[in-house]
């Protein structure tokens, strides 16, 4: 298949940018959509223009770092899907396709599609740990955690940071990201001890960051290509609300 | 206080302030509904309500604050918002935000705009001086809300503002009760999509009842 | 040169306890005196950089990627080996050690494998406590499975991303070190050059990929963590920015390379559509536990599965290893699928691929069982092949997997450069001539939690903190190296893309030093190796410049080193005159097919020192003794 790409392109952090057009010819439906733009690349490089700049590494939709809007929807329309697993049978001969980076002010534009995400693990560096030491723990079975407890966790920790949420999020929040791990964390007991602290620490650096707040709009979990739910936010408030009456993140 | 220095925190405030106001609204529509038991109805309501004013007064206050509140954060969350996402998509597409979720501050404003009228028209009673309830009491000596009410409501102008502002007030509780129920953490994954329905559907019948005043009075049904 | 592991002496039980008695340690209020570098953020890394940072060191971590949390380790699916025997079924450390120096075709060091089976119990406790959320049973007990090459149930999980769990678990401790201010992080920043002084590792120098920046960093020890090479051979299930580049340099810089033959080929990954692919998609082999493996009987047979009776269909695996059967190891997995397809039994677009069945398994279980199990990989197949592998056998096929091979280091986990510490898949250590599945995550936990910690304390009491900072001869020598280096790529103007030659290194590697090797095509690779990358330093074409995110440029530079390293895991090949593991040589095999291991010659870690450009590396050996495990062939029947 043929296809028409609007794509933007901008050439630093400084400098403007702007939609550019260019045709992906010869597609087939096995490839991916990273794929599809492999061979945009290969073409432009051989005709001795720069190739179009996007994140991407493991390209099996875990390590999160492929990071494009495609036709107004981060990661593109499939559900559950990150770009890099996003595969070209879902589009047709002589679509026209948008491709845009993550937008934010929370992460700027490096190049081309390249955005800086460093402000998530700032977040993470806040809180997002059990302050617990290397060596003298004890035995992993010395306390146990109902099935359902460490399958709720483990539902939220499958978040893999790709910030698609914040693309998606009419105002830029983070808030799905810090749900999740405040969520997973505060479902365990390892991590319970902390909670308070925690929920209160990161949602401030949120907001120092530079993301908006939380207009429960469900854009990010439409979005997540992991599935990751709105119900953790609802738990964040709560676990908010907690720590709040305990006395906020001194206790 | 630090708990508004917490995005959080902040749409606490929002949820909270918006949910007192939404309990007021309510009563409101309940009391209006006097207006279908006739001038005895509204202005026997309209009596007792000013008969202990100290209450009066206090709720006037709570109210005060809680809109106060409620604008300023409303104000300032969304200039926040706007700022972190300074530039929007060539193309966009949303998938979950609604009309209503993403125009809350436009309703919000319109409904402010809203309440200035009305309390300058029905409680201040400056817009109509002839109508006034307080200058122009019933036999009974009441304040004659009835006669004002319907006086009002018999222009199609004065009508077709308030049908204007309930479709507004509805738009804006059709997002914010389960925002808040949300916000105040109220929410699970399977009591999300029923909250947000029924959300929908209390700020339909709100919108409606209040509807129904000026439509009634206009259709002739209340004389 | 005979290489010495300076393994300690002693029962094997006791080597590591008596070891760490005997290494010496830097008092606390000296270890703020030293800065140590850490490139990679992966298991290795990440734990290392959070746990010497925690012990006091200042500590820069380096990744490529724009975030530490985005290591590879975290494609990792199925699980984490631990000697816990929490089910009660017959595991100890001693046999995971066992089991481990099995798998690895006895070409491991004992010493090494032991001390990790040791350590083995604590990173699970570790990962527990920082709030790893592990699959747990109804009771709130971990629970385990088994897993490929193993009959007891030692492995961990979470879910199907538990390599995810595991890197975020030390990604979160590396966070809190970050904002303790004991770790400084750099990311998107590649290392292109080790700098040695007075023959110890002193620092490193770096690429700032978006600023262009070249810069050197001085440290007491660099420790690389930077995972391994399998990239070499274009598709590998490894990440896209998996490169050898780190390790290559610093072989280049004197550090030995071990075993570079030693490459890891999984069994099951979704087979390859077309020259377009980028990479490989590996599906956990946990899906072997359920799934039945086989190709239609007679040649060529093109009709649907469904439609071909049990009689005409090959359980090949059940049938060569009746008691391993479909759980047998990896690299005899991937081989007998090679050979079905070679012999014209293999399915799918060019007869590259075998079945895997889950009809008996859904029958049996039902599917939701099958869902809960595997749910997320049925899923991942669907999306990239458009097939439902609930209604239809998946299609899987071997692919480049994981190195065993790399920098040679001794039982202190540093290589032949004192000062430079190689951890967990860079280094060579632990795995012999095959892995196990499940073995990886364990050890680079292992080395960068409990290991690293102790044994670099030792090199760091000897040679006392080095205030001299990059102000020396030889990081400048490096750093205009290295821009030379960089300037050159960008001069050449050709008029092949870097990833034409990759693709092209690539399949003269997966055909010749692939799976199979022989003599001949061992000498047929060393021909034509070194014939592209002279035609790449004619006719690569790099657009762009170099003081700007440059992606081209940075391919380029990893390619250049593929090209080069190519040759020497080629020549190790032809130097490894028998069949172990995964390097399986035509000439060595029994009727059957097996793999026949020439004890007497080769019962040795080949270690390669670079001598020159265009010079032959030199060979060293390290020499294997076998005193715990009976050296024996290997059967998994």
Known sequence: MNLTLYVWRQSGPAAAGRLEEYRAKDITADMSFLEMLDV???????SGREPIAFDHDCREGICGMCSQVINGVPHGSQEKTTVCQLHMRHFHDGDTIYIEPWRAKAFPVIKDLIVDRSSLDRIMQSGGYVSVHTGGVPDGNAVLIPKADADTAMD????????????????GSAMLFVAAKVAHLATLPQGRVEAARRVCVMTEEMLKEGFGNCSN?????????KGIKVKFIARLNREFIRAQLKGGKDT | MDIVKNSVGRKLVMAVSGFGMIAFVVAHLLGNTTLYSGPDGINAYALALHSCSALLWSFRLLLAVLFALHVFFGIRLTLENRAAKPQAYARTDYRAATFAGRNMIWTGVLIGVFLLYHLLQFTLQVTDPEISALRHPDALGRPDVFTMVVLSFRKAAVAAVYVCAMAA??????????????????????TLPVITKGGIIAAILIALGFVTFPLAVYAGLLR | MILDGKCPSGPISEKWERHRHEMKLVSPANKRKYRIIVVGTGLAGSSAAATLGELGYNVEAFCFQDSARRAHSIAAQGGINAAKDYPNDGDSIFRLFHDTVKGGDFRSREANVYRLAEVSGNIIDQCVAQGVPFARDYAGYLDNRSFGGAQVSRTFYARGQTGQQLLLGAYSALSRQVRAGNVRLYPRTEMLDLVVVGGEAKGITVRDMVTGKIRCHAADAVCLCTGGYMNVYYLSTNAMGGNVTATYRAYKRGAFFANPCYTQIHPTCIPVTGDHQAKLTLMSESLRNDGRVWVPKIRGDRRPPHEIPGEERDYYLERKYPSFGNLAPRDISSRAAKEVCDDGHGVGPGGRGVYLDFAGAIKRLGEDTIRQRYGNLFEMYERITDENAYK???RIYPAPHYAMGGLWVDYNLQSSIPGLFVLGEANFSDHGANRLGASALMQGLGDGYFIIPYTIAHYLAQS????????????????????????????????KTANEFHREL?????????????????????????????EFWENVR???????????????????????????????????????????????????????????????????????????????????????VRLAVRSYR
Not at chain 3, 508 to 533: C, D, F, H, K, Y
């Open chain 1, 40 to 46: 945009v690349n290969e073409e432009l490089v051989r």
């Open chain 1, 156 to 171: 939220a920790a499958e978040c893999i940071g790709c910030g698609a949420c914040v693309a998606a999020c009419p105002n």
């Open chain 1, 217 to 225: 709009h469900y854009e990010c979990q439409a979005a997540c290509p």
């Open chain 2, 169 to 190: 007030l509805g738009l804006h509780l059709a997002h914010s009760i389960q925002s808040s129920l949300q916000t105040a953490g109220l929410n699970g994954e399977k």
């Open chain 3, 392 to 394: 239809q056998p998946m």
């Open chain 3, 464 to 495: 006392g903190p080095d205030a001299a900072g990059t102000g020396r001869p030889e990081f400048v020598r490096s750093v205009e190296e290295t821009e030379a280096s960089i300037k050159r790529l960008l001069s050449i103007n050709g008029s």
């Open chain 3, 506 to 534: 690539g399949g003269i590697m997966w055909e010749q030093v692939g799976m199979t090797r022989s003599r001949e095509s061992l000498e047929n690779a060393l021909r034509r190796i070194p014939e592209l990358r002279a």
């Open chain 3, 542 to 628: 790099v657009p762009g410049g170099e003081e700007d995110l440059n992606q081209e440029l940075e391919k380029v530079g990893r390619v250049a080193d593929f090209l080069d390293f190519a040759e020497l895991l080629a020549r190790d090949a032809l130097h490894r005159n028998e069949s172990c593991g995964s390097h399986f040589r035509m000439e060595h095999q029994t009727e059957d097919g097996e793999a026949v291991r020439d004890d007497a010659n080769f019962c040795h870690v080949a270690a390669w020192q670079f001598t020159g450009a265009d010079r032959e590396p030199e060979l060293h050996k390290e020499q294997l003794s076998f005193e715990n």
